[in-house]
């Protein structure tokens, strides 16, 4: 059993940026990839970025040039968010794969005023 712990979530004005952190129980070197969702009240969770093993990334359209997903070689995985625009606003999960399985974080809450 895999868990993961969010934080750095919290409430920034546009144009501010804010770190996200996610840490795994186990050793990040035994799981495949991680990314992060972001969910709003009413709507599916949709994904926002992804980090491999070999730290090969991926970011939806709408982040691509403002977020940066990293993963250090320990336990952490993390979610530099610049240029935050109110429609980054949402819960933000992040996710593990590791062998079949999926886990996920309880979320942190991200709120960007205009």
């Not at 691509?64 to 819960?91: I, Q």
């Not at 933000?92 to 809450?109: E, H, I, L, S, V």
């Amino acid at each position: 059993q895999v868990q993961l712990v969010e934080s750095g979530g919290g409430l920034v004005q546009a144009g501010g940026s804010l770190r996200l952190s996610c840490v795994v129980s186990d050793s990040i070197l035994t799981i495949k990839n991680m990314g992060w969702f972001r969910q709003t009240p009413g709507k599916q969770r949709d994904l926002v970025a992804v980090v491999t093993s070999v730290g090969g990334t991926s970011y939806a359209d709408s982040v691509k040039g403002r977020f940066t997903v990293s993963r250090d070689n320990v336990k952490t995985m993390y979610l530099e968010m610049n240029s935050l625009k109110p429609e980054d606003t949402g819960v933000y999960y992040c996710y593990a794969n590791k062998g079949f399985r999926n886990y996920w974080g309880q979320g942190t809450q991200v709120t960007v005023s205009s």
